[in-house]
């Protein structure tokens, strides 16, 4: 499994909601706290090549997933993949 980066704010319940899924799933992840990094969205969308809106911005390896609900479907097409 390749590292999970969430791009995040502890202050976001999305943002801590995908770090709680990294975690159950015993998936590694980063998680970048834009605060503490004194990052902006422009900052994140300069990394994954797109605007950002909303956080958190997850990547998966070099694949750009997106927020968390987006994250959670993944996971669950991930889980469904493996079983097949």
């Given at each position: 499994m390749e590292q999970v980066t969430i791009y995040?704010?502890?202050s976001c319940g999305f943002c801590i909601r995908a770090k709680q899924l990294c975690e159950v799933k015993g998936m590694p992840y980063q998680w970048i706290d834009m605060?503490?990094?004194n990052l902006?969205?422009?900052d994140?969308?300069?990394k994954i090549g797109?605007?950002?809106y909303t956080v958190p911005q997850i990547l998966v390896g070099d694949q750009y997933i997106?927020?968390?609900d987006e994250?959670?479907?993944w996971?669950?097409?991930q889980e469904a993949a493996a079983s097949n």
């Amino acid at each position: 499994m390749e590292q999970v980066t969430i791009y995040g704010r502890s202050s976001c319940g999305f943002c801590i909601r995908a770090k709680q899924l990294c975690e159950v799933k015993g998936m590694p992840y980063q998680w970048i706290d834009m605060v503490a990094e004194n990052l902006t969205k422009d900052d994140i969308a300069a990394k994954i090549g797109r605007p950002v809106y909303t956080v958190p911005q997850i990547l998966v390896g070099d694949q750009y997933i997106g927020g968390c609900d987006e994250f959670m479907s993944w996971v669950r097409a991930q889980e469904a993949a493996a079983s097949n």
